[in-house]
């Protein structure tokens, strides 16, 4: 079978589509025939370093996917062969005090796909019973393949640390990026307020397209000045952010007192002034969040199910044109996410 696989690591020049053996599926596990994945940040820093992440060369990349069930065991009762699905990316150990607990996100031993395990961009993946969900009938297989890593990981954000309530406001910081996209259409969803951030007007328009209440533009405009004035001086009650230290100033100032802050990654710097006087004084909640475990991503295939709501793809390439992927990806222009056709 085709995959795309990191060799080494660099540029793209490490990615290679090579011809490996297709997996063998074992028990408790189902194959799946992959149609799509979709590309996330992580693929790059697995390309780029893979620093920290326990993996063996070459691997094949990819955390999210969707296809369709070719072999399953004997005595499944909720998967059928032929059975178009989307896949959860990690596998937990089930046996740490945090599996135990039920909190399987939180797993001392948990393999992600394409990290720590071979991942989705290839024709073919075999993954334990558990990490295989029905898709959702209404997406297509790139669609559905969105919602894997980063409609979940905004749907822990949102729902489980953040408990956003449908008479709130919530501020999400670049939209554009997968996360922040799932975000705003989640939100949306459930009824709360949205206002967007980003340096693209363009991209500020195309979120107001999609519900979107407010979009400031932060390259000339002060974030939290402009929520404020939005606001009538009160501010947002949860603010959403994968960008770290370069929007951190604005987002404490744009919460309203008792308001939340969740984040979910630092691309431009992990170490931001921490600004405990206000923290304490306005009694803040700041919420760390790494996607989320099975049981949310269940609730999340069902609400996208009863919402009709549709992952925006920027997007696609066959698995052959990965570097232009991957590129596409780097250059931070996009608008939704980028998938990948494996079939
Ligand atoms: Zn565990």
């Known amino acids: 079978m085709q995959a795309a696989c990191i060799t080494g690591h660099g540029g793209n020049e490490v990615v290679e589509v090579q011809e490996r053996e297709r997996p063998a599926r074992k028990a408790g596990e189902v194959l799946v025939r992959m149609h799509a994945a979709t590309l996330n940040q992580v693929d790059l820093y697995m390309r ?3 620093a920290g992440i326990t993996h063996q060369l070459p691997q094949t990349m990819g955390l999210d996917g969707a296809g369709v069930v070719e072999e399953v065991d004997a005595g499944e009762t909720q998967l059928r062969v032929g059975q178009p699905v989307v896949i959860y990316p990690g596998v937990s150990c089930g046996r740490c005090e945090f599996c135990q607990r039920g909190e399987g996100v939180l797993c001392v031993k948990m393999q992600y796909l394409g990290e720590h395990r071979d991942g989705t961009f290839a024709q073919w993946i075999s993954v334990p019973v558990r990490n295989v969900f029905p898709s959702p009938q209404s997406l297509s297989y790139v669609q559905a393949a969105a919602l894997g890593v980063n409609h979940l990981t905004a749907w822990r954000m949102l729902f489980t640390k953040a408990q956003i309530k449908p008479w709130e406001t919530v501020l999400v ?31 500020l328009e195309r979120a107001l397209a999609l519900g979107a209440e407010l979009g400031i533009n932060s390259s000339t405009q002060d974030v939290a000045k402009a929520v404020l004035a939005h606001t009538g001086g009160r501010g947002v009650d949860v603010v959403i952010e994968n960008v770290g230290a370069a929007v951190w100033s604005a987002a404490m100032k744009s919460l309203v007192r008792g308001g939340r802050l969740v984040t979910c990654g630092a691309t431009s710097g992990d170490q931001p002034p921490a600004d405990l006087k206000r923290i304490f004084i306005r009694q803040l909640q700041i919420l760390g969040s790494t996607l989320g475990d099975y049981a949310e991503f269940s609730d999340l295939l069902g609400f996208v199910e009863r919402h ?36």
């Open 48 to 50: 780029n370093s893979g």
């Open 173 to 203: 910081f670049g939209i554009g990026g997968g996360v922040s996209l799932a975000a705003l259409q989640l939100a949306r969803a459930m009824g709360a307020k949205v206002i967007v951030t980003s340096r693209a007007q363009d991209k």
């Open 308 to 343: 009709r709501i549709v992952p925006v793809i920027d997007s696609e390439f066959p698995l052959a044109r990965i570097h232009e992927a991957l590129t596409r990806l780097e250059s931070g222009q996009q608008f939704g996410k980028i998938g990948l056709n494996l079939q």
